[in-house]
Structures are given as C-alpha cells and as structure tokens.
C-alpha cells in the first residue's frame, strides 16, 4: 500500500497524518510545540517521531511526505521562505534535509495545503474552481482555477485576508489599510469589541444571547466577510467557495446571515449563485493537502 505523511507546522501544535493514495486516513497524530515558543529542532523533532511513529504503526516509512506552514513558500518548493510578523525560525528550513528524505519534501503555505485538503479528501471534492477561506485569528486564503492551485510569481496568491475592503483603515502585517482579516480575524476582536470579547466563540454565544453590541459586531464582521467574498466571486468565477478554520463553527450564526447579505451583493448572471459551504476537514485539512502534494508526481 503507497501511503504519504503530511505534516501541518504551527506555533502550538504540530499536527501530522498518514494517508493511503486515494485519501484515506490511516493516523493522525498531534504534538504540541512548546507552549508557542518552538524553535527550528522543536519543529524537525515532533515531525520526525510523527514520521517513526507512523512507520512503526503502518509496517513501513512513509514513500512520501509533504510540509505545510504559514507563510510564503519558497520558490524551490522545499521552506518556508517568508512568515510577516510570526514564527521567528520556521522559514527557512529545508524540510528535505531536516527530515533525512532522498525524495524532496514538498513544502506548502498551510491555507493552500488545506485547500488541496478539501479538494481531495473533503468538501470541494472533485471540483475544478474553488475559493477556500479559513477564518480564524487572522484570515487565510488559497484559489483553485481550472484544477490548478494559483501560487503567482512569488506564491502571494491567494492571500484573501490582505484584500482591502477599507483605504482608510488599521493596516494589516502586510501593510495592507482595511483588509478582510483586520476586519473578521479574531487578532482585531478585542480592538472591534471595545474590549469586551477576545473569541468568536464568546463574542456568538453573547449574540446567541441577545447580547445588542455583540450582535452588532458579528454582523459587521459578517457583512465585512460577504463583501471580500463578493469581490473573489467577481474576481475568480468559483463553482465553489469553502469556509474553513474556526470562526466557521459559528455554524448557522454565520452561514446564514453570510447568505442573506451575498443575496444583496453578489453579482448573479441568470440567476447563478456561488454555494458557500463549510470545510468537510476541520482541523487536518491542512495536513491532508500536504500529503497529497507529495503523492503527486513530480
């Protein structure tokens, strides 16, 4: 049986999984990094005893392994070349080397990784035109065009949450005035809530509650939310737009008011609206993506 790792790098955990060729999983395993404070050997060291524990559970080491992380992926594919702001250490790595591989270890920015999740594994399965979001404490973003992951010229494509909605708004870690993530990621909320809310979770459950302020911060957020998306309907023509990450398990609280406000914005010929669904993968997108780069052929 050909099975592939795939490994998702964050600053608190890291989490890998092992899967057979047609996306099965076959383990999952996840480590934490350190309370946020890893450093490059904390990374390579939980991903390489992910990588022994697999091969001692599967009978066998993995044929391949793919990396996902934030940041800008290198253009040979092999680091993290660029992370603004965050993870000091984590660019640079050379994953093919740290891991001891002969094949090369692909490495992916983990919002693009989790859109090769959804595509194989999830809910964007077998479709060709995608717009995935992943919305949490800031605002992550990949495209599918024509079956092809856009990466552009230096792999900034895709970066959704630095689309600015606002010219006279708080830059975001790009410099970005008024972009999506400063207006829906959860790295503004307490800015956006007067202090009050520094979780989404605790931010619905007071909307959830009748909660006035809080309901009219969520739906600012929303509203903000459904104009970014707008603009990548007009920009990409997706068959499909995938939410992702956490603030998604807003569930209905989000999706719902999302629908209502695209209904008045949305640019619709013949009638034609873009599904907007919630991701199928949760969590492992990212990591499934990764490992089914590396089972890509080269």
Same mark, same amino acid.
Do not use: Y
């Given at each position: 049986?050909?099975?592939?790792?795939?490994?998702?790098?964050?600053?608190?955990?890291?989490?890998?999984?092992?899967?057979?060729?047609?996306?099965?999983?076959?383990?999952?395993?996840?480590?934490?990094? *350190?309370?946020?404070?890893?450093?490059?050997?904390?990374?390579?060291?939980?991903?390489?005893?992910?990588?022994?524990?697999?091969?001692?559970?599967?009978? $066998?080491?993995?044929? /391949?392994?793919?990396?996902?992380? @934030?940041? &800008? *992926?290198?253009?040979?594919? $092999?680091?993290?070349?660029? &992370?603004?702001?965050?993870?000091?250490?984590?660019?640079?790595?050379?994953?093919?080397?740290?891991?001891?591989?002969?094949?090369?270890?692909?490495? &992916?920015?983990?919002?693009?990784?989790?859109?090769?999740?959804?595509?194989?594994?999830? /809910?964007?399965?077998?479709?060709?035109?995608?717009?995935?979001?992943?919305?949490?404490?800031?605002?992550?973003?990949?495209?599918? *065009?024509?079956?092809?992951?856009?990466?552009?010229?230096?792999?900034?494509?895709?970066?959704?949450?630095?689309? /600015?909605?606002?010219?006279?708004?708080? @830059?975001?870690?790009?410099?970005?005035?008024? *972009?999506?993530?400063?207006?829906?990621?959860?790295?503004?909320?307490?800015?956006?809530?007067?202090?009050?809310?520094?979780?989404?979770?605790? &931010?619905?459950?007071?909307?959830?509650?009748?909660?006035?302020?809080?309901? $009219?911060?969520?739906?600012?957020?929303?509203?903000?939310?459904?104009?970014?998306?707008?603009?990548?309907?007009?920009?990409?023509?997706?068959?499909?737009?995938?939410?992702?990450?956490?603030?998604?398990?807003?569930?209905?609280?989000?999706?719902?008011?999302?629908?209502?406000?695209?209904?008045?914005?949305?640019?619709?010929?013949?009638?034609?609206?873009?599904?907007?669904?919630?991701?199928?993968?949760?969590?492992?997108?990212?990591?499934?993506?990764?490992?089914?780069?590396?089972?890509?052929?080269?």
């Amino acid at each position: 049986m050909t099975w592939a790792a795939g490994i998702d790098v964050g600053g608190t955990r890291i989490k890998a999984v092992a899967a057979a060729s047609n996306g099965t999983v076959l383990r999952r395993v996840t480590h934490p990094t *350190a309370d946020g404070a890893a450093t490059a050997a904390d990374w390579t060291r939980l991903a390489r005893e992910a990588l022994e524990g697999f091969a001692r559970e599967l009978g $066998r080491p993995a044929d /391949s392994v793919g990396v996902c992380a @934030p940041g &800008l *992926a290198a253009r040979d594919g $092999r680091s993290i070349a660029h &992370l603004p702001g965050k993870l000091a250490g984590l660019a640079g790595i050379d994953w093919t080397t740290a891991l001891d591989r002969r094949e090369t270890v692909p490495v &992916l920015n983990d919002a693009h990784a989790a859109l090769l999740g959804e595509v194989w594994a999830g /809910s964007a399965r077998g479709r060709n035109d995608v717009v995935m979001l992943t919305l949490g404490t800031g605002v992550g973003g990949a495209v599918l *065009a024509g079956g092809r992951l856009l990466r552009g010229a230096i792999g900034r494509a895709g970066h959704i949450g630095h689309l /600015s909605l606002d010219p006279e708004g708080t @830059p975001s870690i790009t410099g970005m005035p008024g *972009a999506l993530e400063t207006l829906v990621g959860e790295c503004t909320l307490a800015a956006r809530s007067g202090g009050r809310f520094t979780s989404t979770a605790d &931010l619905v459950a007071a909307h959830r509650a009748g909660d006035a302020h809080a309901t $009219r911060v969520w739906r600012e957020s929303v509203r903000a939310l459904a104009f970014g998306l707008g603009s990548c309907i007009n920009l990409f023509d997706p068959e499909l737009v995938v939410i992702g990450g956490g603030i998604a398990r807003a569930g209905e609280d989000l999706f719902l008011p999302l629908a209502s406000e695209l209904a008045r914005i949305e640019w619709r010929p013949g009638g034609h609206s873009v599904p907007i669904v919630p991701a199928d993968l949760g969590e492992w997108a990212g990591a499934l993506g990764a490992a089914a780069q590396a089972l890509r052929p080269a």
